[in-house]
């Protein structure tokens, strides 16, 4: 046995399991040996279930009010929540660069408020929400729209 390649291979599979998250136990390990044949080491099995949020609701220009499209987002986010009751989210409002930067402050934090409440209406408690308004702070390319947003993101 090449003892060179077996230790790649642990290392790749080190590497793959820090990144997967899995650390108390390991999956199964294949290796060439150089002979032709595959062996195989196994441990016990490691099982990973990682569910993350990531979503955009849009808002329309100089408004705080959820869509249709912007609710049916939040049905999703809200039934993910309620089979996750661990889970929080961290919710951040934006603004695109039209109108004054006061302004557009105040227009990126009543956006997040009206998705925190939307999803309070919808079953999910407060303390499972963190909330940032940036305003026209980390514009998402040229086009205005885009800006005009609230991310939903999973907090692990």
């Known amino acids: ?9 642990v290392s790749l599979l080190a590497v793959l399991l820090l990144l997967t998250g899995c650390f108390a136990s390991l999956d199964t390990l294949k290796y060439w040996n150089g002979a032709g044949n595959n062996d195989v ?6 099982e990973i279930e990682v569910i993350k949020i ?3 609701v849009m808002f329309d220009y100089d408004s705080n009010v959820i869509t ?3 609710d ?16 929080k989210v961290y919710l951040t409002g934006y603004a695109s660069v039209e109108g004054s930067e006061i ?14 409440v939307t999803l309070m209406d919808k ?3 407060a303390d499972r929400m963190t ?15 885009n800006n005009r947003r609230v991310m939903v993101l999973s907090l692990e």
Request: with cysteine; charged share 30%; aromatic share 4%.
């Open 123 to 125: 079953g999910i408690t």
């Open 68 to 70: 249709e499209a912007g």
């Open 131 to 145: 909330t940032e308004a940036r305003g026209e702070t980390d514009l998402f390319g040229e086009l205005l729209e």
């Open 41 to 46: 080491v196994q441990t016990y099995p490691c």
């Open 103 to 116: 302004y557009n402050q105040g227009l990126s934090q009543r956006r997040v408020d009206a998705v925190k």
């Open 1 to 9: 046995m090449n003892c060179k390649r077996i230790l790649k291979s």
């Open 54 to 56: 990531k979503e955009a």
């Open 72 to 87: 049916q987002i939040l049905d999703k986010v809200a039934a993910i929540l309620k089979d996750n009751p661990e889970m």
